[in-house]
């Protein structure tokens, strides 16, 4: 059994000239070998793939720890000068400025979590004290947000979008799917209505989750190149989070009454007999579009002393009765139609007062008839009236905005 040299052993080969290697014992702190081997598995890594750490949420859970780790190797000065002998790979060259707070700020559990390394037996991979880069990288995308240089084109949009909530035409909703996350769509997130510009190709990541990149246009004028993970997940967090319904005639064809509406009702097209100027010019095109849940009759007796029918008598021209229908819901869906050919007329009541009514329209008695039909199909909300063209015009893809 070999033994271990004694002073006097030292000090004989000494006196034949032979060095005696002196061995200093390192004594590091079982924080600083934690550190140490965390930063192992980081060149390991780099040996692998002959590049450095990165973050990104197609990248695999571990490389995404490891990218964290560094970053926070880097921004401590402590942490270098314990690693600089071991980092023959130049990792810890791209050092940012030391941070004031520096490990000084950190007690061992709270140095060692940044670190990734495991504290009270949490699991690595658990992260239970480190906000993940994934958790990062979607509160950065929802915050940072640049100006959106062409915001003209999406301004009436949102103007649009406020005015049917408003209506009733559009409701907000708890957000519970990212199925629900497609171009066209509005979000309620942080606070803001957010609009989905576009979605770029499917992909699916190294974990078989599909996500696209988004362009995200939002009401304060700022827009973001986010994931749609992203977005779903700022949603899933935010307690005021919410998805806008598209503009539909809801409950239009229901069996229920909603705040008081009727079951049933009658659309009523008139014609006035009017002699106001603009009137009389387009005899043929001004109508009256209105529902009730009264007889016509009833509804247009005395006509000429009310404003609302412009202080003359009406013809009527049409009506469709239909079944199972939210009156007034139904009412501001087909206002909505046909609001690019609202009549801008203003006339004085029996007391002298001006008065601008809203319900009569520049539109030919057969567009009424396709929009009725299509009521009753269900499809109205596909369209919207085109004035130029005089008819009813498909949506497609985007939402329609009035020439108004």
């Not at 599909?210 to 700022?234: C, H, K, P, W, Y």
């Not at 095109?285 to 509804?299: F, Q």
């Not at 801008?344 to 057969?366: A, H, K, N, S, Y």
Request: charged share 30%; proline share 5%; with cysteine.
């Amino acid at each position: 059994m070999a033994k271990s040299f004694t002073d006097e052993d030292d000090a004989l080969l000494a006196e034949l000239g032979v060095e005696v290697e002196v061995k200093k014992q390192l004594s590091r702190t079982p924080r600083e070998e934690r550190i140490i081997a965390g930063f192992e598995e980081i060149l390991r890594f780099a040996d692998e793939h002959g590049r450095p750490p990165q973050h990104g949420e197609d990248r695999d859970i571990f490389e995404r720890l490891y990218a964290v780790r560094l970053d926070r190797i880097r921004d401590l000065q402590e942490c270098r000068d314990l690693l600089a002998p071991l980092d023959e790979q130049g990792l810890l060259a791209n050092t940012p400025a030391p941070s004031a707070s520096d490990s000084d700020d950190l007690d061992d559990d709270a140095l060692l979590a940044e670190l990734g390394v495991e504290v009270a037996k949490s699991p690595l991979t658990e992260l239970k004290h480190v906000r993940s880069t994934a958790e990062k990288k979607a509160a950065d995308e929802v915050a940072n947000r640049e100006k959106c240089e062409d915001f003209a084109t999406f301004k009436p949009l949102f103007e649009q979008v406020q005015k049917e909530l408003d209506s009733g035409l559009r409701e907000t909703r708890p957000f519970e799917m990212k199925a629900e996350i497609e171009k066209g769509r509005f979000f309620i997130v942080s606070g803001q209505k957010a609009y989905v510009a576009d979605k770029g190709e499917t992909i699916t990541n190294e974990q078989g989750r599909t996500d696209a990149r988004l362009r995200v246009i939002f009401d304060n004028g700022t827009e973001s190149n986010m994931l749609m993970r992203s977005l779903q997940r700022a949603l899933n967090k935010d307690g005021a989070g919410r998805r806008i319904t598209d503009p539909s005639a809801g409950p239009l064809f229901s069996d229920q009454t909603i705040d008081g509406d009727e079951a049933s009702g009658i659309i009523y097209v008139l014609r006035s007999k009017s002699d106001h100027p603009l009137v009389t010019e387009n005899r043929e095109l001004v109508h009256k579009i209105g529902v009730t849940n009264m007889s016509v009759e009833k509804r247009i007796a005395g006509a000429q002393l009310q404003p609302t029918f412009l202080m003359a008598n009406v013809e009527v021209v049409a009506t469709y009765e239909l079944y199972n229908i939210n009156r007034s819901k139904l009412e501001n869906l087909i206002h909505r139609i046909f609001e690019p050919a609202r009549l801008e007329i203003e006339i004085m009541d029996r007391f002298g007062r001006p008065v601008v009514p809203r319900e009569w329209f520049l539109v030919p008695l057969f567009v009424i008839n396709d929009a009725v039909e299509k009521i009753r199909d269900g499809t109205i909300t596909g369209y919207h009236y085109d004035p130029r063209a005089a008819g009813l015009k498909r949506i497609s893809g985007e939402m329609p905005v009035s020439d108004t």
